[in-house]
């Protein structure tokens, strides 16, 4: 099993979320989280300017998505997200699972997916 | 020594100056911070910036000219409606002109009114919150895209060229008014003008991006019932203060203002609770049914009984929660992107609200009294005057079609100059984009450069390639 972990502009997350659903993924579990400015839009510098003081914006707000797949379908999820992504930017990364749980039925494994 | 002139009432001057105060606070904070709070999160800095601007740019245009426009002598440019339809621009920045007794020279010098017991200044003061509060109802149809250039420039020809015509029609004993159109306190000036007025505009300005639309979530509702709270006690002065005096009239106005409220409040209840898709009650249904209360009292607050307001109330809610629900669904409706739905809680809510002082207006409702203790009143078709009915609608129809034709002209000749609707690069950034502010900044985000920064770590300087990426995103 793999864990896929995308993060994206808050502006690109929704195309990348339909398209999940149209793929048929239903565990997702979605964060807000600080990352460097990304994509086309946000990636260009920019400041902030409180009472005369400028600050540049180092982070920004951005979305988290985490999912959990057999390591077959892996491969078309990471496809998936990065082409519904392509307009926006962010970035998608796989690591392997040991196990999971399915804590009110007690499946394990792939059976838990 | 004495204080003030034998004409000055310090009473009525003490409570037209309070009323004055209460209309202000309705636009800031109220509008500011009941819009701030009810729009996108990356909007709420540009919402209250632009509320506030258009504050300022009000109160200046109105000592300069506008004051003279609407409450001045007549300008008299031809037959009919043209005879009386605007006053002669003039700048009220004198000492006479602040330090002498306030005077309409239609209505107070001719005897259809008693003479003024406050200053000129207090007056002057008075309709500037009005005449401010206007622009800023109509900020909310079009928020979320309109260009800040574009909304100051809007404001100044707009408060100059429709709402003086507006008020010195109705208030400044204008055409509409001699023939006997009635508006207590802005249905029609303020409320009608501002829906029609933000409809129009949100058409031609063109919508928010698609996206923002699909999921325009307010940021902040304990903001909006902050702002809420502010309009509804604010009222108090901007219905309480239009007969001019602390008497009896002003007194029946703000209870009856605040009767219609609560009737209207319950009924939007009430309505999204039984009738609702949802069948639940909601805060912002509440603040809606409060404002259609508000705005469809206004023309009739001080006319009307308790009863009629009671009335008022209730049908002006069931009516404006029927087009908020019902006609916005309609294409043509659906089509323009009125972002807080403006043209229903103060376009219909007004209409509504003017038209049924053709009905309900009470001949016992003494505004003023005659030196031999007969009341000087008005009445309604209820009450065998059927004739008010069709001059209310009259004056509806004159300020529809000219507020919506002035409009359109005013954005299409200002879109000759400045852009109306922001880049989609800064739409998709929204206040940031456009202020380098935010309503809620993340203190981890940030790191300060420049001569306020702390010494540590090198100064981040732009590289070339993002000098290169320069785009017009920066331009408010």
Partial sequence: MKLITAVLPTAGFEQVQQALRTLGIPGITVSTVMAPPLGRVQGTPRFEVYRGVRRQIALRPAVRMDIVTTDLDAVDVVQVITVAAGGTG???????????????????????? | MIPYPSWLNSGDN???????????????????????????????????????????????????????????????????????????????????????????????????????????STLAYFQFAFAAITPLLFLGSVIGRMNFRAWLL???????????????????????????????????????????????????????????RARAVPNNLPLVACGAGFLWLGWNGFNGGDMYFGGQNAAAAVLNTNLATAVALLAWVLLDMFAGAQRKPTFLGAVNGMIVGLVSITP???????T?????????????????????????????????????????????????????ADPAMAIYYNKDGSAVSVSGLFHGHPKQLALQAGAAGTIIVWDGLMTFVILKVIGLFVRLRSPDEVLELGDLAAHDEEAYPSEEGLAAVGAGAASTGPPPTESPASAKSAEPAAEP
């Avoid at chain 1, 399915?102 to 059976?111: D, M, P």
């Avoid at chain 2, 043209?82 to 209505?107: C, F, H, M, Y």
């Avoid at chain 2, 009739?300 to 308790?306: E, H, I, K, L, N």
């Avoid at chain 2, 309609?330 to 809510?349: E, W």
Wanted: charged share 10%; glycine share 14%.
């Fill in chain 2, 14 to 120: 003490t409570w037209q100056l309070v009323a004055a105060t209460l209309v202000g606070l309705m636009s800031i904070p109220g509008i500011a911070i009941l819009y701030g709070g009810l729009v996108q999160r990356k909007w709420a800095v540009n919402t209250m910036l632009m509320a506030f601007s258009a504050f300022s740019i009000v109160l200046v245009a109105w000592v300069l000219y506008e004051f003279k426009m609407s409450f001045g002598s007549p300008l008299h440019m031809g037959p009919g409606i043209l005879r009386a339809a605007v006053g002669k621009p003039g700048t009220i920045t004198g000492a006479k002109a602040e330090i002498g007794q306030a005077n309409i020279p239609l209505v107070s010098g001719a005897g259809l009114m008693p003479a003024f017991r406050f200053p000129q």
């Fill in chain 2, 154 to 212: 809007f404001v100044l020809l707009w408060s100059g060229i429709v709402y003086s015509v507006n008020a010195f029609l109705l208030w400044g004993g204008g055409w509409w008014a001699q023939m006997g159109a009635l508006d207590y306190s802005g249905g029609y000036v303020i409320h009608l003008a501002a829906g029609t007025s933000g409809f129009v505009a949100a058409a031609v300005v063109g919508p928010r991006l698609a996206r923002d």
């Fill in chain 1, 90 to 113: 962010g970035a998608v990364w796989v690591l392997p699972v040991d196990t999971i749980v399915r804590i009110r039925t007690k499946e394990r494994g792939e059976a838990a997916l």
């Fill in chain 2, 308 to 360: 009629g307001a009671i009335l008022v109330g209730l049908i002006a809610s069931v009516l404006v929660w029927l087009s908020w629900n019902k006609l916005a669904k309609l294409k043509f409706m659906s089509r323009v992107d009125d972002a807080l739905g403006v043209v229903h809680t103060h376009g219909v809510a007004g209409l509504v609200g003017g038209l049924l002082v053709g009905l309900f």
């Fill in chain 2, 300 to 306: 009739a607050a001080g006319f009307v009984t308790g």
